[in-house]
């Protein structure tokens, strides 16, 4: 038993440090008022927190967590073009880059990232979204395109539920699909790849896309089906929208995993 004196001085204590915890810039609101400009922005704390979780936020494997610009091992130009066109995107992210040609300005918006295995793909998109989300405060999203596949086939009973699912994941604004073609080529696969990257084109939301696979060898597998409501196949509407609104990015190396 402890006395009652003495138990509100221990709390009391505990009150202190919960104190020396809270944010001195907003006191734990996490929000700053400008007086000047009569606007609230987020405290760098809020931030910080977000950073903390980011394992969960942009859904990374644990290994991933790290994953920085300044840690990807650059073995030749490939890989330097890759690092800094990734760079450059999140440094003017929400807006796009974009090419004229004949009059036409294209933004660029899907990055279509190809190479063998282990050069480091994966590596790097991961740093892109760890990077926006520490320093701009935005949180993108990854998925591997087999778990993605995978928890959509999980939900085929529900229609509500498979709905509901593949709407959260194509309407992020920042989506990273990885490993795309290594999963078994099948109807539903095509349909799904279809369907996410012409969503996700048509309301132009930033997407990264990793793959073994060549943009044509992509769109040869999509080219065998066609689309019942028109006569083009998936392959040629794809390769339209890749065309526009896709940036390539060929990575070269040796498998950094079997060295
Ligand atoms: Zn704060």
Same mark, same amino acid.
């Not at 001195?24 to 700053?32: F, M, N, R, S, V």
């Not at 008022?33 to 977000?50: Q, S, T, V």
């Not at 529900?158 to 989506?175: M, V, W």
């Not at 990793?210 to 044509?216: D, G, I, V």
């Given at each position: 038993?402890?006395?009652?004196?003495?138990?509100?001085?221990? $709390?009391?204590?505990?009150?202190?440090?919960?104190?020396?915890? =809270?944010?001195?810039?907003?006191?734990?609101?996490?929000?700053?008022?400008?007086?000047?400009?009569?606007?609230? !922005?987020?405290?760098?704390? %809020?931030?910080?927190? $977000?950073?903390?979780?980011?394992?969960?936020?942009?859904?990374?494997?644990?290994? @991933?967590? /790290?994953? &920085? +610009?300044?840690?990807?091992?650059?073995?030749?130009?490939?890989?330097?073009?890759?690092?800094?066109?990734?760079?450059?995107?999140?440094?003017? !992210?929400?807006?796009?880059?974009?090419?004229? *040609?004949?009059?036409?300005?294209?933004?660029?918006? #899907?990055? @279509? #990232?190809?190479?063998?295995?282990?050069?480091?793909?994966?590596?790097?998109?991961?740093?892109?979204?760890? @990077?926006?989300?520490?320093?701009?405060?935005?949180?993108? !999203?990854?998925? &591997?395109?087999?778990?993605?596949?995978?928890?959509?086939? /999980?939900?085929?009973?529900?229609?509500?539920? +498979?709905?509901?699912?593949?709407?959260?994941?194509?309407?992020?604004?920042?989506?990273?699909?990885?490993?795309?073609?290594?999963? *078994?080529?099948?109807?539903?696969?095509?349909?799904?790849? %279809?369907? #996410?990257?012409?969503?996700?084109?048509? /309301?132009?939301? $930033?997407?990264?896309?990793?793959? /073994?696979?060549?943009?044509?060898?992509?769109?040869? *597998?999509? &080219?065998?089906?066609?689309?019942?409501?028109?006569? =083009?196949?998936?392959?040629?509407?794809?390769?339209?929208?890749?065309?526009?609104?896709?940036? %390539? #990015?060929?990575?070269?190396?040796?498998?950094? *995993?079997?060295?």
């Amino acid at each position: 038993m402890i006395e009652k004196k003495v138990f509100e001085e221990i $709390l009391s204590k505990v009150k202190i440090i919960k104190n020396d915890e =809270t944010c001195p810039i907003c006191g734990g609101l996490e929000w700053i008022y400008d007086r000047e400009k009569k606007y609230y !922005y987020r405290c760098k704390c %809020f931030y910080e927190k $977000l950073y903390k979780n980011r394992v969960q936020i942009l859904n990374i494997p644990k290994k @991933y967590k /790290n994953a &920085s +610009f300044s840690s990807y091992k650059v073995n030749n130009l490939s890989q330097l073009a890759f690092l800094e066109i990734l760079k450059e995107y999140a440094l003017i !992210y929400p807006f796009f880059p974009f090419v004229v *040609r004949e009059n036409w300005v294209y933004e660029k918006y #899907i990055l @279509y #990232i190809y190479g063998k295995t282990g050069v480091g793909k994966t590596y790097l998109s991961i740093a892109f979204l760890n @990077y926006l989300l520490k320093e701009k405060g935005i949180s993108g !999203y990854f998925i &591997s395109f087999r778990e993605f596949v995978e928890e959509l086939k /999980n939900r085929l009973l529900d229609k509500d539920e +498979f709905k509901a699912y593949f709407q959260n994941i194509k309407t992020k604004s920042i989506l990273v699909l990885d490993d795309v073609g290594a999963e *078994r080529d099948t109807e539903f696969v095509r349909n799904v790849l %279809f369907e #996410i990257l012409d969503y996700r084109y048509n /309301n132009k939301l $930033l997407t990264l896309i990793t793959t /073994n696979l060549s943009p044509r060898a992509l769109i040869e *597998r999509l &080219s065998s089906y066609n689309n019942p409501s028109e006569d =083009t196949s998936l392959g040629d509407r794809l390769y339209s929208r890749l065309c526009e609104a896709g940036e %390539f #990015i060929y990575v070269e190396g040796k498998d950094e *995993r079997k060295l």
